[in-house]
Each structure stands twice: as structure tokens, then as C-alpha cells.
């Protein structure tokens, strides 16, 4: 199918294109250029840039799902272990260049959230839908190890998404890694101090795969 | 000083318009228009328009640190103090519109750090500069209350730049201060347990002020 690669192909430049200079620096002309593809064939595919960013979003968010729910975590049977477990995947992943590491969305919110509506929409929905998966694994965790505690794991697991995203912004600004890595492990501290407590005897399941 | 008042329209244009919009997106055209002056004016005083946003991020953080030497949170004789003081002080002014509370800083480089180095370097100074301020504090902090801690005032000081940079790109997400209000929280939480031990006595020195 020819259409649905060439389609694939403008995706895929999208997310490499704006995790590298941003939404608006990403023209068309360059977003054709990264693709390999004519501007005709753009316009087959999409209305505008926002369209394809909007469909961009949609196709990186696919591919964090496919990511996040093959991870090793799940695997835990303990809540602690598969909320622990999520950092340190997360720290673990921070490989290669900065666009390979950084969020779409982050970057794209940044710049365009007053401007393009149905972008900051999107991307909080994908922020927010990432947050809830994080947040079934606190949740149990808070009811295991902290159920007297005062904070929510909703706003817990939206603040590991904060953590998330300015960790990347530090990154970009030091040009690497490292300083991201450093971040994630004070969230680590942070979670262990908060389910420190042991936990109530768990279920003989070994084997408990939670899917995304 | 005429000349001068319009240097400054310009680089206050500036801090709005990167805010609202991102660096990309803010044209010299719009840059002109926001300042209420031509472009003439704008190459009277600026080789480009990165010549203008490093000017303005100088500008930019001058004012941050005028309002960061005067906040109130200098004046705790505890350190452990100073440092809640500061995440407090950073929820105070956590109001009105998103453009008005976020970061020029972590917007800026958030699209710019591969393609332009010194903005990219200008950023990750003046978010340096920043945290080595608050680091000062943790610093004595941690000798105070965690001195076999193994974490560093460093990179706790990083941390907590890398909260606020992401509770911002949240609050764009969401249109509204409430969920970084919520992450600083969670911040102030983690302070608040990595410095739960008491303190050695404190001199008597009651109005013992920390200057930036």
C-alpha cells in the first residue's frame, strides 16, 4: 500500500522533525524534505501541518502505548515494584540524541498552546492518558502501602509527568542526558518515601502481566 | 532616553511574545507590532532576532532575580525554612494568564536547542544561575538536617527546576496554574521528608537576610 506508507513516512518525519526544532520551525517544505515526499503528496495525506501534527500526535502516542506495554514492569506482582519499576524503565530509555529521548507532546504544548487549541488539547489527552496508566499502578500502590495518605495518586502520577517533562527541558538545555537521569532518580526517592510502609502479604501470582 | 525605552520595549515584547507563542513563532513582524514600533527601530537596536531574545533573556532573568532577592523566604533563620520558603514563594506567584507565570527559559529552549547553540547555552545559564541560588540554601539545608544524605543540594537543586519547568509545560497542557500548583505540592512533600530531622540550634540571629 503505497498511500498508507507514504502516509507512515510523513508521520514519522513529523515526530522527528518537531522533537528536533519545534512545531512552527517545522514547515512543510521540511517536513516534505524529512519524508522524502512531494508537497502533492502532503497534501494528499493532509489538510495542513496541523492536521498531520494532530495525526502525529495519535501515531507517537500508538507507539508509546506498544512501548510502555511490553515494558518489564508490569511483570511485578508487588504495586511498589511496578510503580518503581516504571521509573526506572523510564530512566532506561533515556538513550541517544535528545529528539530520540524527549516528548512530542511537551515540546509541542510549549509553543502552541494558546496559539492552536486543538493541539493543546491534544496533547493533553495524551499526557493525561499516560498519567492514568501510571495512576492504576499508584493507586493500588496507595491502597497497599499509604492508604491514610493525604495526596492522590491521580496528582502523583501527573507529577511524575511533570518530573518527566522537565527533565527533558533540562536535558535540552545541557544537551544530554545525564542531568534527566539525576531528576528521575530523585523521583525514584520521592515514591519509595511515599510507599515505604510494607505492604499487606501479596497474592501467590508470579506471573501477573497488567496490559497498558 | 527615548532610544533606550524603545531597546526595552522591545526586549518586554519579546519575553510576551516567546511566552505566548514560542521563539519560532514570534516573527520580527509581530515582535514590531507587540512593542508598538517599525523595524527600523528593531535593527537600530538588534542585529536579528536572536540577537533580541538573548537580549531578552538577560532582561528576563534580571527581573526574576529582583523578585527572587526580594521574596520573603530569605528572611527564615532555618534553612530547611528557606527552602520550603521557596517552593511557596514559586506557588505565590503561580497567577493570572499561562504566558504570565511560565518560564522564557524552558519555552525558549525547548525548541531551539538544536538549532540555535546560543540560546540553547543562554537558557541552560540562566536556569544554572537560578538553581545554584536555591542550591545555596539546600546546601545548608542538608548540612543542618540530612548530612549523610546521598543525594546532592546540586542536582536536588536541579530537580527542582526541572518540577517547576515541567508544572509548566502541564499547566499549558491543561489552560490553568492548578496542576502546577498540585506538583509543587508534591515537591514541597519531597523537601519536607528528604529534611524531617530536626535541625542543630539555630543562632539567635532573627533577621538574618539572604541576599540572591
Redesign the interface.
Known sequence: MPAADSRTRFLDAAVHLIR??????ATIDELCREAGLTKGSFFHHFRSKEDLALAAADHFAGAADALFGQAPYHAHVDSRDRVLGYVDFRRAILRGA??EFTCL???M???????HPAL?EA??RH??AHADAVARDLDAARADRAPDAE?TAQ??A??T???????F??A????GPE??D??L???R??LE??LSSPGSPQPGVTDHVHGQ
Not at 528536533?20 to 520551525?25: I, K, L, N, P
Not at 504544548?109 to 496559539?115: F, I, K, N
Not at 509527568?161 to 527533565?167: E, W
Request: aromatic content about 12%.
Open positions: 528536533t526544532c519545534g512545531y512552527e520551525a535528545v529528539p507532546f511537551g515540546t504544548v510549549q509553543e502552541t498552546y494558546d496559539t493543546r496533547c493533553d499526557i493525561g495526596w496528582s502523583l501527573l507529577f509527568q511533570a518530573v518527566l517533562q522537565g527533565a527541558v533540562l535540552k538545555a545541557r544537551g542531568v534527566a539525576q531528576c532518580a530523585h523521583l526517592r520521592y518515601l511515599l
